[in-house]
């Protein structure tokens, strides 16, 4: 069998030949004269790479096709070797760039729809019923229970940004592909898992702490139907603002666990007059309430131990004894006694959830 006679590759018998229509005139007449191709002709061939990658051809079968063509007609081709291999060259050229030309806007079109996904889904802006058609579409069945964790670190990320794409690949290789999506939201990494798949989002907590240098995780309820992820990440967020306001150093948080909080503040005025009322006395004291207000903080944190609470704030021990003396005389509640420890531990709670004194209330 002669080198003329080999048949070409399957793959390549396979691509139709409209994608390759016109290459064996081009490849004719380039070769013969040693002139490029017209911009016509380049254009041509940019087209038909377009509607080749629309068509879901492989650009590796596409390439092959065009080699046997040039095989082909390289008997009738006129010129050296040199010109028939730089007009092969020049028209594979124009098609694989027409080709990939339709692949970054099939992946820009794809991550613009993946964007507007997200931001439907976070916020419950689109009909619940066309949300969850087109969830499917990303890998999630709203039908079931979903789960939000979101890890919020020192930087803003993004899709592309190099931390989101390690604690990705973390998660791919430990669970493979189990209907989680993972994506970022206004600087933060988040992760949607089906409800009764907590190992992934624990595992994601512990992926994106380490990855984001310490960064802080919290991991909403698991939430039933469409409106479920909406539920699941607004308690993944208010439970992130609850750690600022409150000092909480904790890599991971679980909403589940921050539930006494929000219902402290329900009533904000009810709220707001207990911490006034009890801890208002305080603001007389030299200093201002701060430095009081942090000694029961560092107090009932430590359990109501008093060398635990002197050691975190390095005093001695008998510095915070005073300290806890002085608010027992300004205030009227003993801190050490189980019947006023209550009030005065909710009350600091609430100055802390509503930043009093630094704000008037």
């Known amino acids: 069998m002669s080198e003329r006679d080999v048949p070409a590759p399957r793959a390549a018998r396979e691509i139709p030949e409209r994608y390759l229509d016109g290459c064996a005139r081009i490849l004719a ?8 191709l017209t911009r016509e002709e380049v254009e041509s061939r940019r087209a038909l790479g377009e509607q080749a990658a629309e068509a879901g051809h492989g650009l590796r079968a596409l390439v092959g096709a065009h080699l046997s063509a040039a095989r082909a007609a390289w008997p009738s081709a006129s010129g050296t070797a040199a010109e028939a291999l730089g007009a092969v ?30 931001d439907d889904l976070l916020y419950g802006r689109s009909d619940l019923g066309r949300l969850a058609e087109r969830a499917e579409r990303f890998g999630l069945r709203l039908s079931h229970a979903h789960a939000v964790a979101v890890a919020q670190g020192p930087a803003a990320y993004d899709e592309g940004d190099p931390v989101a794409r390690r604690v990705e690949q973390a998660l791919i290789a430990r669970f493979g592909d189990r209907n989680v999506l993972l994506t970022t939201k206004d600087g933060r990494l988040l992760c949607i898992a089906p ?19 310490g960064g802080q995780v919290a991991l909403g309820r698991a939430q039933p139907g469409p409106g479920g992820v909406v539920q699941s990440y607004e308690e993944a967020l208010n439970a992130l603002e609850l750690a600022t ?10 909403a589940a666990d921050l539930l006494v909080y929000p219902v ?5 005025q009810a709220m707001a007059d207990l911490v006034v ?24 944190d430590s359990g109501c131990v008093a060398a635990e609470a002197a050691r975190r704030l390095s005093l001695s021990v008998r510095a915070m004894t005073y ?11 003993d801190p050490s006694d189980p019947a006023h420890r209550y009030m005065l ?16 209330l």
């Open 264 to 268: 402290l503040t329900r009533d904000r």
């Open 29 to 36: 007449e380039v070769s013969a004269t040693g002139r490029r």
């Open 89 to 118: 060259q020049q028209i594979v050229d124009a098609f694989a760039e027409g080709y990939e030309r339709a692949q970054r806007l099939a992946v820009r079109q794809e991550e613009a729809a993946r964007r507007e996904f997200i």
């Open 277 to 300: 009322g009890t801890l208002g006395p305080l603001t007389a004291a030299r200093g201002g309430a701060e430095p009081l207000l942090d000694t029961l903080t560092a107090y009932f």
């Open 345 to 360: 531990q909710t009350a600091v709670i609430g100055a802390r959830l509503l930043d009093w004194p630094s704000r008037q």
């Open 323 to 333: 300290r806890l003396e002085r608010i027992h005389k300004l205030t009227g509640a």
């Open 195 to 213: 409800g009764h798949q907590q190992e992934v989002l624990t595992h994601f907590a512990k992926q994106a702490h380490a990855a984001t240098d």
């Open 245 to 254: 306001r409150l000092d909480l150093d904790a890599p991971v948080l679980h």
